[in-house]
């Protein structure tokens, strides 16, 4: 094998994937995982180290994979990391890390997710644990939300002693990481629930079903003793076309869709979670989530379409899941628009109505713009519509909460790349500053928003003294 060439990472046959809801990644053998860490030529000054949000070491777990000691390696990711085994399967290394490696300007770059996600999971395996409990230090933060910048945060602040609560909205820990994203791609149980584990035994305390700004407000927990709050509750409310149609019944935004299969097990013939399972099913949007969501109705038993104004050159999602999708049948409209959805007497999705689009120059974002072409509209039978359009964050927290400052799209703003918000003691991260992003984007988030809490306390009892 060339030195330029990466060793190929083994998925779960198309054929049988479709009928099941088991990881479709089978991730490398530790002959495999050895072999491609051989391939790093440990630079000197690693360009994927400084691209990473969360400024991972990752010559150096490398280096210990290529030297067969998985359990350094694993130790390595977890001084960085507080989710590498969710990172190695839903980050976009190909855009970070991976786009900077200096093999990738002759040959394959190093598969450096596949590998933390490696030595992620030999850990998890092997019940090896790295969470040892700081001495605390006497001071209390809250952290709401307990998706990927909530658990970065949470983690960070236990590393350095502090009392850490997590309040979390569902009946489950992890965000995101649970609802919204599928078994088939990230096991929740096997891996989520062994992160979040990892959490607790550092001493983070985790209450559920709590809606800050309904059941508690930022005030009240300021008067329960916490010295700062940490918010990383996303951006969980889903966008929607402004077309005739959206209220018909058999319509779902993603975030509904994938809820209802990934945290309420609605894909399990015992749950009994109701779900309109579609003969013929149209996602609107071209992103992850739209990937995820077809892909989920796809595995449900429908004939599935991505409906997408722009072709597949512009489509936004991970080209992984792109390659996925196309494996398992998913039949793809391109430089299509929607315009109407069409439904029957009773008020049910019957079809949807579109339009031919075709691409002219470039939008603000550098991509092609879509331009309808006159008179070519069309109607195509579907009985399912799920909208994959993105989301913001709700506005709940901060609509109780005075002095803390939202913009036009409900998103917290903060003063700056520390997270501080308008609010005294209030910090900020991930989704719901940014609107919907990445995984270890918010990660990063969360780091800092650690970092400046930290601060800021220290900072309080000087002035004290």
């Known amino acids: 094998m060339s030195k330029f060439t990466r060793i190929p990472i083994r998925y779960q046959d198309p054929d049988k994937r479709i009928h099941n809801f ?11 995982a050895v072999a491609e860490a051989k391939r790093c030529i440990q630079c000197k000054n690693p360009n994927c180290v400084s691209i990473c949000p969360v400024k991972i070491d990752i ?18 990711l977890n001084e960085y990391s507080s989710l590498p085994a969710v990172c190695g399967r839903v980050c976009p290394q190909e855009d970070q890390c991976e786009k900077t490696c200096i093999l990738g300007r002759k040959g394959d770059s190093i598969a450096i997710g596949k590998l933390e996600r490696f030595a992620a999971d030999y850990a998890i395996e092997n019940g090896i644990r790295f969470s040892n409990k700081a001495r605390s230090n006497g001071h209390k933060v809250a952290v709401i939300g307990s998706g990927p910048a909530g658990i970065s945060c949470a983690g960070e602040l236990l590393k350095k002693g502090y009392e850490v609560k997590i309040f979390e909205a569902l009946h489950k820990p992890g965000g995101v990481l649970v609802y919204g994203i599928p078994e088939f791609r990230l096991p929740s149980e096997k891996i989520v629930s062994a992160e979040i584990e990892n959490l607790k035994d550092m001493g983070a305390e985790i209450e559920t079903n709590v809606v800050v700004g309904r059941t508690i407000t930022l005030k009240d927990i300021f008067e329960e003793g916490y010295e700062a709050i940490f918010i990383g509750s996303g951006a969980g409310l889903p966008l929607f076309l402004d077309i005739p149609g959206v209220n018909l019944n058999g319509v779902f ?13 609605a894909f399990k013939e015992e749950a009994d979670t109701p779900i309109k399972l579609g003969k013929r099913v149209a996602v609107i949007g071209g992103g992850n989530v739209a990937m995820d969501a077809a892909r989920t109705a796809k595995r449900l038993g ?6 997408y104004r722009r072709t597949k050159d512009e489509l936004p999602a991970r080209d992984e899941e792109i390659e996925n999708a196309i ?49 070519s509209q069309f109607a ?22 005075e002095e803390l400052e939202i913009d036009d799209k409900n998103r917290i703003i903060t003063l700056n790349d520390r997270g501080e918000t308008s609010k005294e003691g209030v910090f900020a991260g991930g989704d719901t500053v940014t609107g919907s992003a990445t995984v270890i984007l918010a990660m990063g988030a969360g780091k800092d928003g650690a970092k400046a809490i930290d601060k800021y306390i220290k900072k309080q009892q000087k002035e004290l003294a």
């Not at 429908?302 to 409906?307: H, L, N």
């Open 302 to 307: 429908s004939d599935v379409y991505v409906i």
């Open 380 to 401: 195509f039978e579907v009985d399912v519509v799920i909208m994959a359009l993105g989301t913001t964050p709700n506005p709940l927290i901060a609509s109780t909460a």
């Open 22 to 32: 088991d990881e479709v990644c089978l991730g490398y053998t530790p002959e495999e």
């Open 59 to 76: 010559p150096g777990f490398i280096k210990e994979i290529a030297n067969e000691d998985f359990e350094k390696a694993a130790r390595i």
């Open 327 to 375: 494996e398992e049948g998913i039949n793809f409209k391109f430089l299509t628009n929607p315009i109407e959805i069409l439904g029957d007497k009773e008020g049910r999705v019957k079809a949807v109505l579109c339009e031919k689009m075709e691409l002219r120059g470039e939008d603000s974002s550098g991509r092609k713009f879509p331009v309808k072409v006159e008179d």
């Open 253 to 265: 935004s993603a975030n509904e869709y994938l809820t209802r299969n990934n945290l309420m097990n």
